[in-house]
């Protein structure tokens, strides 16, 4: 008797055991009917690798029913558990809950679909990370997970934190043990393993690739790490910085006591940041076009900046005016840019894990001040809407950074001299190894990506990892026969800005992988540049190379075809 007919009950489930049995462990199978999906939710908690683990939903899902966007699913097994489901501090119900979709027409790979913040629900597992045409649709199983805890039982979403295993499930475990289930699920609904397995995903997906890279190295052959979150706190603390930038220099709401924040920055104000910085630099990799390619020659200062097109200084000499940003405004920028500081005015290490590497500001690219997806605008906010990071970011650092937790401390407050020593050094939530071995020695291959604008995780904390990645690994050429880096020039947080942001990376892992196809270049494309043409194609170039315009004098900008990488 198979494993699969061990954990089925009923005289039904043992009837699509003989039609499973039928296929020969090839991708065919019986008709689409619910009989191969019934079965699955029928298997018990001994048929799987990690216990308990409970099925809770497993229904056939017609071709059509279910759609991504525009893209329908095809006929697939819809697979629903929890795996360590317990009561935990304050008698909530914490565990790890998964989704797996099976489709009847199966490419042999699996996927695991990356989650977002922190957590707290259960994504749809269409695959949609990564690529254009959702994962599922192609023929992917996929795999989606909660980390292990449900926001709907929790005050906030950080509060999972006040759990010690709820830490370690948000961490690492949820993706382990999900991993682990939902393969076990793969094999008996298929009659084998994957032939191929990717873990794809942006921000908290980013960090689950590189979490995988460094402690599951097995699991995956393939992943693709996006504008990772892997050191969290640290990036908690440049956030939380940058709000604290642009909190000094308003007032207060007299009924809420909260900064009005969006009294900081005008559409003017940003839109004039943006033509100084664009002046400055957008022209040193020999193309006016928006896009700072050469962001390592921009030498660029607001408090000295002076317009070359007009004389006058962006900062202003003394009452704010419309054509220069006032000096508070000018401070805030530049402590934004530089990263938390304590009272010496230098730069904070690392607390977390330490790696001896400093707690990061965010870069003067050429998107820095974009007004919907830029740095400054998660903090700024409207007359209505608080700014992102109070919710994003700074709300973590009582529940998820300090240790012991302390709900009632104000982040606003947070003081880089004496508050450093009260947080976590070792969290558990914290992924900045750069011992890759394991992962190297068993041929996986990874895709870091991160967009130069990305308000949150700083790109400096991607690019360092990298740069002391390569140091361990005999430099680039050698590190990138297993790992690459690719930064997306005015790009926010994934997505968004005046940038290339749509490319499919999951295309470029597969090739690799799977035909030894290294990327020396993703095509994305983009359509919300702000001056002609509006729409464009680039090359997004393996660092530490960058895209350089090579076409005619004149030519089309706006074809990848006329860069290469230098």
């Known amino acids: 008797m198979n494993e699969f007919s061990q954990g089925l009950k009923s005289p039904l489930a043992l009837l699509v055991v003989a039609l499973l049995s039928g296929c020969g462990g090839s991708s065919s199978f019986p008709p689409p009917t619910d009989l191969s999906c019934i079965a699955l939710g029928q298997l018990a908690s001994e048929a799987f690798p990690v216990q308990p683990t409970q099925i809770t939903l497993s229904k056939f899902v017609p071709a059509g029913s279910v759609s991504s966007g525009s893209t329908p699913m095809p006929d697939h097994c819809q697979v629903q558990g929890v795996v360590n489901s317990r009561l935990g501090t304050g008698g909530i119900r914490f565990g790890n809950i998964f989704e797996v979709r099976l489709p009847l027409n199966w490419n042999g790979r699996f996927m695991f679909q990356g989650g977002g913040g922190t957590e707290g629900s259960l994504p749809s597992a269409f695959g949609t990370a990564g690529s254009a045409v959702p994962a599922l649709a192609q023929g992917y199983a996929v795999l989606t997970q909660n980390g292990g805890h449900d926001n709907a039982l929790l005050s906030s979403g950080p509060a999972f934190a006040l759990d010690t295993q709820a830490q370690i499930d948000y961490g690492y475990g949820s993706i382990d043990v999900s991993t682990q289930t939902a393969k076990s699920l793969v094999q008996k609904f298929y009659g084998r393993s994957p032939d191929y397995s990717y873990s794809v995903g942006c921000s908290t997906g980013g960090k689950q690739g590189m979490t995988f890279s460094q402690m599951f190295p097995t699991y995956y052959d393939g992943i693709v790490a996006g504008d990772p979150i892997y050191n969290q706190g640290a990036n908690t603390l440049s956030e939380t910085n940058a709000l604290q930038a642009i909190a000094a220099i308003v007032g207060q709401d007299p009924t809420t006591n909260k900064p009005l924040c969006y009294q900081s920055f005008t559409t003017a104000d940003q839109q004039l940041f943006t033509s100084a910085i664009l002046e400055s630099c957008d022209a040193l990799d020999g193309l006016t076009d928006g896009v700072i390619d050469n962001l390592a020659a921009c030498n660029f200062d607001p408090a000295t900046y002076v317009f070359k097109s007009t004389s006058l200084p962006l900062q202003c000499a003394s009452d704010k005016t419309a054509s220069c940003l006032s000096t508070a405004q000018i401070g805030a920028i530049k402590r934004i840019n530089a990263g938390p500081r304590n009272a010496l005015g230098q730069a904070i290490k690392n607390p977390f894990k330490p790696d001896g590497t400093n707690v990061a500001g965010y870069a003067y690219d050429g998107a820095f001040m974009a007004t919907s997806s830029g740095i400054p605008a998660r903090d700024i906010g409207t007359a209505t809407a608080a700014p992102g990071n109070l919710a994003f970011a700074a709300v973590q650092i009582p529940y998820m950074w300090m240790n012991p937790p302390v709900p009632s401390f104000d982040p606003l407050?947070?003081?880089?001299?004496?508050?450093?020593?009260?947080?976590?050094?070792?969290?558990?939530?914290?992924?900045?190894?750069?011992?890759?071995?394991?992962?190297?020695?068993?041929?996986?291959?990874?895709?870091?990506?991160?967009?130069?604008?990305?308000?949150?995780?700083?790109?400096?904390?991607?690019?360092?990892?990298?740069?002391?990645?390569?140091?361990?690994?005999?430099?680039?050429?050698?590190?990138?026969?297993?790992?690459r880096l690719f930064l997306v020039p005015n790009m926010g947080h994934c997505s968004g800005g005046p940038s290339t942001d749509t490319f499919d990376p999951l295309a470029a892992i597969v090739s690799w992988v799977e035909k030894g196809v290294a990327p020396d270049t993703i095509v994305a494309s983009g359509k919300n540049f702000t001056t002609a043409p509006t729409t464009r194609s680039r090359p997004l170039c393996a660092y530490p190379k960058t895209a350089r315009y090579t076409g005619p004098s004149g030519g089309d900008i706006s074809l990848a075809s006329n860069y290469s990488c230098q």
């Open 413 to 483: 407050t947070i003081n880089y001299d004496s508050d450093i020593a009260k947080l976590a050094s070792n969290s558990p939530m914290v992924f900045n190894s750069t011992d890759l071995s394991g992962f190297k020695k068993r041929n996986g291959k990874i895709i870091y990506y991160h967009g130069l604008s990305d308000p949150g995780p700083p790109v400096t904390h991607t690019v360092n990892y990298y740069n002391q990645l390569t140091s361990l690994n005999g430099g680039v050429a050698a590190t990138q026969s297993f790992a």
